[in-house]
């Protein structure tokens, strides 16, 4: 299983970004994407998770600016981030925990992330 993201790059304060990841691979079923960051000298963070249900978690600090969304048939989910402020500077990494077949347990994967540079 492979998990590919892409979007990063660098914006100015107050600007926009979307994040694309999408898995690839012996896949079963899966039971939740989401996207984390690691900022320089910071451990990585949760930013937002969605359920296969559409069940969101968001970080407080990126509630009302960041929206996750996903696509099952693609077996995609995206990061919308607006109002970027330069705290949000870090590698972003896009996660899943899914299943490869039928018996097996949950496991998680992480794509290889992408930087976001907010800076004017």
């Known amino acids: 299983v492979q998990l590919q993201a892409s979007g990063g790059g660098l914006v100015q304060p107050g600007g926009s970004l979307r994040l694309s990841c999408a898995a690839s691979?012996?896949?079963?079923?899966?039971?939740?994407m989401g996207w984390y960051r690691q900022a320089p000298g910071r451990q990585r963070e949760l930013v937002a998770e969605?359920?296969?249900?559409?069940?969101?978690e968001y970080a407080d600090s990126v509630k009302d600016r960041f929206t996750i969304s996903r696509d099952s048939a693609k077996n995609a989910v995206y990061l919308q981030m607006d109002s970027l402020k330069p705290d949000d500077t870090a590698v972003y990494y896009c996660m899943s925990a899914l299943k490869k077949n039928w018996r097996d347990l949950l496991q998680t994967y992480w794509g290889q992330g992408t930087l976001v540079t907010v800076s004017s």
């Open positions: 969605i359920t296969s249900a559409g069940t969101t």
């Open positions: 691979g012996s896949i079963f079923i899966i039971n939740l």
